[in-house]
């Protein structure tokens, strides 16, 4: 997921300008539905993507997520729109080891006083490929950061959920706090093709399937 650290109604305006500059055509409407229900208007996931959302969370934060079949990646919307907006943003991944031996445990914090080009002020993750752990950390460590952790020796254990969300908190994301999610935007890709003659799709419970 990608968190922006601005209401709902800048980054929702500002990603559909930022389409139709692309020559882009989405149709944009509201959710009304709760959180977690509100994702379901991503479905089904599929490759190309062609849909995104954005939920208001707490009071200065909003999440972004696409129904990209793979999990989506928030990154490009998420770091553009914190740039235009002059505000920090926040990619956090958790994704628990698959059959096929792939994890991983990420987050990075991004803001305008990050690092050019891309901005970044921190990033701390712990990865797997065919259960082969990688460690990486770059940038300034953060007041609410506990590196201690860091020194055990599995990777798996430097960085794992529930540190994640500690530094979420800390940032001011709730993550697993549904009252914290409000209202969702949803924008949808107006295709010109048939795609599920062109796309591979899933719903939600068939990805979850897959990835165990």
């Not at 792939?102 to 990075?108: E, F, I, P, R, V």
């Amino acid at each position: 997921m990608g968190f922006l650290e601005t209401p709902i109604e800048p980054a929702s305006e500002h990603l559909r300008a930022w389409r139709n500059d692309l020559r882009i055509s989405y149709k944009m409407t509201r959710s009304e539905a709760s959180w977690p229900d509100c994702l379901l208007a991503l479905e089904p996931l599929e490759t190309p993507w062609t849909s995104e959302i954005l939920v208001s969370h707490g009071a200065t934060w909003t999440a972004y997520l696409n129904n990209d079949i793979s999990g989506g990646d928030p990154f490009p919307a998420t770091s553009y729109l914190a740039r235009i907006l002059d505000v920090r943003w926040v990619i956090a991944t958790h994704q628990p080891m698959t059959s096929h031996g792939h994890a991983s445990t990420q987050l990075w914090l991004g803001g305008p006083h990050g690092e050019p080009p891309l901005n970044y002020v921190r990033t701390i993750a712990a990865h797997a490929e065919d259960r082969r752990w990688s460690w990486e950390t770059s940038g300034q460590v953060q007041s609410f950061e506990r590196p201690a952790a860091y020194q055990a020796r599995k990777i798996s254990e430097r960085f794992n959920r529930p540190l994640l969300l500690e530094y979420l908190q800390a940032l001011g994301v709730a993550v697993d706090d549904d009252k914290q999610y409000d209202y969702a935007v949803a924008l949808k890709r107006r295709t010109v093709w048939r795609p599920w003659r062109r796309s591979h799709r899933l719903t939600l419970e068939q990805a979850r399937q897959r990835e165990t």
